[in-house]
């Protein structure tokens, strides 16, 4: 089966579980409502954790357990404050966020296309400088920065399920350059290397 949409802002992470004995006190102290759809403007947190998720579980840790359970925990968590938020925004500036996060969530479902601040600024009728800041305050990073991380994070999900060649995966994650791909990727691989 196939879902889709014709507008921007979906996406077709999904998650099914069962609440067991243990955990249901915590489920419960959430106070996350079940059997609801929500429009959430800022889902794509949430389908960070998803992806996360995925990589963990297919990759043999002897961890594994506890850092699945550990995401999930989180996934929970910044779902309870997305649905939080949701009922509860009144600064100014949150009037663009669902079209932030729209552009967002565009910009890492299709990284190798060419994306430009003067036009998305413009799309949105807010100068350069306004769009730049709104976008750091919203996701704590600039929209260039972001832009680099989606690729990269494209690139390291498709190397690790795929056997595609590294000169087609830097084309294939918006690099002109094999060269400025593989330096971006080792700079910000080691970057999270050494966070960890």
Same mark, same amino acid.
């Given at each position: 089966? +196939?879902?889709? =949409?014709? !507008?921007?802002?979906?996406? $077709? $992470?999904?998650?099914?579980? #069962?609440?067991? !004995?243990?955990?249901?006190?915590?489920?419960?102290?959430?106070?996350?409502?079940?059997?609801?759809?929500?429009?959430?403007?800022?889902?794509?947190?949430?389908?960070? %954790?998803?992806?996360?998720?995925?990589? /963990?579980?297919?990759?043999?840790?002897?961890?594994?357990? @506890?850092?699945?359970?550990?995401?999930? +925990?989180?996934?929970? %968590? &910044?779902?309870?404050?997305?649905?939080?938020?949701?009922?509860?925004?009144?600064?100014?500036?949150?009037? %663009?966020?669902?079209?932030?996060?729209?552009?967002?969530?565009?910009? %890492?479902?299709?990284?190798?296309?060419?994306?430009? #601040?003067?036009?998305?600024?413009?799309?949105? /009728?807010?100068?350069?400088?306004?769009?730049?800041?709104? *976008?750091?305050?919203?996701?704590? =990073?600039? /929209?260039?920065?972001?832009?680099?991380?989606?690729?990269?994070? !494209?690139? @390291?999900? *498709?190397? *690790?399920? &795929?056997?595609?060649?590294? /000169? $087609?995966?830097?084309?294939?994650?918006? *690099? @002109?350059?094999?060269?400025?791909?593989?330096?971006?990727? @080792?700079?910000?691989?080691?970057?999270? !290397?050494?966070?960890?």
């Amino acid at each position: 089966m +196939h879902y889709g =949409c014709d !507008t921007a802002g979906y996406n $077709d $992470d999904w998650v099914h579980f #069962v609440v067991g !004995t243990l955990e249901q006190g915590f489920f419960e102290s959430l106070n996350i409502p079940t059997q609801t759809v929500f429009q959430l403007s800022g889902f794509h947190a949430l389908s960070e %954790y998803i992806r996360l998720l995925t990589e /963990c579980y297919y990759r043999l840790s002897e961890n594994r357990e @506890k850092i699945l359970d550990s995401l999930f +925990h989180a996934f929970l %968590y &910044t779902l309870q404050q997305e649905i939080h938020q949701q009922s509860s925004q009144a600064v100014v500036a949150r009037k %663009y966020f669902r079209k932030f996060s729209d552009i967002r969530t565009q910009m %890492y479902n299709h990284p190798a296309q060419e994306w430009n #601040v003067e036009q998305l600024a413009k799309s949105l /009728c807010v100068s350069v400088p306004y769009f730049q800041h709104l *976008y750091k305050e919203f996701f704590g =990073c600039s /929209c260039l920065q972001d832009l680099t991380k989606a690729r990269i994070e !494209t690139a @390291k999900y *498709y190397l *690790y399920s &795929t056997n595609m060649k590294i /000169c $087609d995966m830097a084309a294939f994650c918006g *690099y @002109k350059s094999e060269v400025h791909f593989m330096r971006q990727f @080792k700079k910000i691989h080691r970057y999270d !290397t050494d966070r960890v």
